[in-house]
T-cell receptor, first 116, second 114 residues
Framework: AQSVTQLGSHVSVSEGALVLLRCNYS??????LFWYVQYPNQGLQLLLK??????LVKGINGFEAEFKKSETSFHLTKPSAHMSDAAEYFC??????????????FGKGTLLTVNP | NAGVMQNPRHLVRRRGQEARLRCSPVKGHSHVYWYRQLPEEGLKFMVY????????ESGMPKERFSAEFPKEGPSILRIQQVVRGDSAAYFC????????????FGSGTRLTVV
């Protein structure tokens, strides 16, 4: 069984400030981990994914995330927030071998607000 | 090189009517997944289909909901006798293999039941 907890349903930062969105996961098998972004009334866009290669993963739009097995975390960061980063962000997990590795389990999402 | 196409984007149905949601996967992708997003919730897995086969429907409500992915044409998610609680965004994704690694999501269909 897998689960995802996103700490903070709403995060507000100033433009130019550090963005930190937290994600902790639970998985009985080695995981694949993902961050998706959803703009209002749109679909999900993949930001980045961890697939058991490098633990620091770089994604699009300047975002990156670090897989920490000991902490079961996969927090998303960006050094300097931009107004266009305002959106909802979802962390997701799946298994990476056998079984139901096709099935994504999502967190409830974090709404990021960027203030001018 | 079109992505996953879902239509309609918005669908309004009265209680008791049927809703049909369509999903055309990325060309060459033979694996289709449906997810539902309820208000203020993350996405929840509903069903996984390959051509002409339902592989995993563990997330589908037992009644009123059905899904298909025929040999020709798009995948269809069908909801019969809709109720207010069915109001949600329904997302389709496709992948070239049976893994979450290569998912591509569509823009979703937002169903409103009035």
């Amino acid at each position: 069984a897998q689960s995802v907890t996103q700490l903070g349903s709403h995060v507000s930062v100033s433009e130019g400030a550090l963005v930190l969105l937290r994600c902790n996961y639970s998985s009985s098998v080695p995981p694949y981990l993902f961050w998706y972004v959803q703009y209002p009334n749109q679909g999900l866009q993949l930001l980045l994914k961890y697939t058991s290669a490098a633990t620091l993963v770089k994604g699009i739009n300047g975002f990156e995330a670090e897989f920490k097995k000991s902490e079961t975390s996969f927090h998303l960061t960006k050094p300097s927030a931009h107004m266009s980063d305002a959106a909802e962000y979802f962390c997701a997990v799946s298994g990476n071998s056998g079984g139901s590795n096709y099935k994504l389990t999502f967190g409830k999402g974090t709404l990021l607000t960027v203030n001018p | 090189n079109a992505g996953v196409m879902q239509n309609p984007r918005h669908l309004v149905r009265r209680r008791g009517q049927e809703a049909r949601l369509r999903c055309s996967p990325v060309k060459g992708h033979s694996h289709v997944y449906w997810y539902r997003q309820l208000p203020e919730e993350g996405l929840k897995f509903m069903v996984y289909l390959q051509k002409e086969n339902i592989i995993d429907e563990s997330g589908m409500p037992k009644e009123r909901f059905s899904a298909e992915f025929p040999k020709e044409g798009p995948s269809i998610l069908r909801i019969q006798q809709v109720v207010r609680g069915d109001s949600a965004a329904y997302f389709c994704a496709s992948s070239p293999k049976d893994t979450s690694y290569g998912y591509t999501f569509g823009s979703g269909t937002r169903l409103t039941v009035v």
